[in-house]
């Protein structure tokens, strides 16, 4: 996967993109049916998911989007996290 689509799939993910929900789970979507791979990782190890679980900081800081987390568990056939799911929302 490029680093462009890579940035392009961790920049849909998060929730502090704005915008609608339903929409930035269509551009996961069609990210991952482009070749994205949902098990990359950033420049801290993090992958697409766990950015997407990611609690607020703050209390202003917005929270997760269920839809864009739902369609990366939909369309991520591959294996998201190397690690079960309840860690991953937990850390």
Not at 47 to 76: Q, S
């Amino acid at each position: 996967m490029s680093d462009v689509m890579s940035e392009s799939l961790f920049a849909a993910v998060a929730p502090d993109r704005g915008g609608d929900p339903a929409e930035g789970a269509a551009l996961v979507r069609s990210l991952i049916a482009d070749g994205a791979d949902v098990s990359a990782h950033d420049g801290q190890g993090a992958t697409t998911l766990h950015r997407a679980v990611k609690a607020p900081y703050g209390a202003d800081d917005p929270l997760p989007y269920l839809a864009v987390i739902r369609a990366l568990l939909e369309c991520g056939r591959k294996r998201i996290c190397r690690v079960p799911l309840n860690f991953c929302m937990h850390t």
